[in-house]
């Protein structure tokens, strides 16, 4: 059986292009829905445009917070390289 073999960069713009898709149907569907939620809740334009501003203001805290948290995962820049038999041990020491 081949293995289908992608370049690096087709990879990350096939994954640009499917976030592009996605925010894009994103935005439609909201102010589809802002109609809606303006008569619901008896918004204004300038309170429905604060309330859908927050999300930005979420999504960048998310994006700083992200830096000050410890990941669960380590990443090593020798995970390809064969580990010594004292590393083993420590390892093998520290439960990991």
Request: hydrophobic share 55%; net charge negative; charged share 10%.
């Given at each position: 059986m081949k293995r289908l073999s992608l370049k690096a960069t087709t990879t990350v713009?096939?994954?640009l292009c499917l976030m592009y898709f996605i925010t894009?149907?994103?935005r439609v569907n909201i102010s589809t829905a802002a109609g809606q939620f303006k008569s619901e809740f008896g918004l204004s334009n300038t309170q429905l445009g604060i309330i859908f501003?927050?999300?930005i203001g979420v999504m960048l805290f998310g994006i700083v917070l992200s830096f000050f948290m410890k990941p669960n995962i380590p990443f090593s820049n020798d995970a390809t390289q064969p580990r010594s038999e004292s590393q083993r041990k420590e390892d093998a020491l520290s439960g990991a």
């Open positions: 713009l096939v994954m894009y149907v994103d501003s927050l999300s």
